[in-house]
């Protein structure tokens, strides 16, 4: 059986290339997506209730800001930031996670599992129209993320450390 590569497809999926990384490092990027995309995707699916068919291209546009985002911020001044740390964890995450230690290819999927249940509770809510669960499974969505970033920030250190590069980043840049 082949194990699908997430990461990977999820990178593929966002087109993302060097420009594109370094744009998505700038703080208001990574923070508007790591604080905005999940919930105007909730709301924009909730407003169904209140402008029927309407949802449909809100969702859209929702969907639309989740593929822009790392592209509509300019490049920062410079890299140093928890975010942009975090955003090129990720990078090196994604193109050299089996060169990592086994303690961070474990956290890392831990985190990304933990999601799972609150995406879970999330869409019950978003499918039966319950608030409370909505607002409960989004949270338990968007709390693993957060951990998630700050373990890229800890893989950046490490791989750094260790005398990894950044594919588009020069060391003296990080």
């Known amino acids: 059986m082949t194990q ?6 999820a990178e ?19 923070l508007t997506r790591l604080w905005t995309c999940l919930p105007l995707l909730v709301l924009a699916i909730w407003s169904r209730v209140w402008f029927g068919w309407w949802a449909l291209p809100l969702t859209a546009l929702a969907l639309l800001w989740i593929w822009l985002n790392p592209r509509v911020f300019p490049e920062p001044h410079d890299f140093k930031s928890w ?15 089996h060169d990592l230690p086994d303690h961070h290819q474990r956290m890392v999927h831990v985190l990304t599992w933990l999601s799972l249940p ?9 499918v039966f ?46």
């Open 4 to 9: 699908v590569d997430v990461y990977n497809l």
């Open 118 to 126: 609150g995406a879970v509770v999330m869409i019950i809510g978003l």
């Open 83 to 97: 975010m942009s740390r975090a955003v090129f964890g990720e990078r090196v995450w994604i193109d050299h996670r």
């Open 129 to 174: 129209l319950w608030w409370d669960w909505t607002l409960f499974g989004m949270a338990m969505t968007m709390v693993p993320k957060v951990w998630f970033c700050d373990r890229m920030v800890w893989i950046l250190d490490d791989w750094l450390r260790a005398g990894g590069e950044v594919p588009g980043v020069r060391r003296d840049e990080l």
């Open 12 to 30: 593929r999926a966002f087109a993302m290339n060097d420009s594109v990384w370094r744009r998505h490092a700038n703080p208001l990027s990574g």
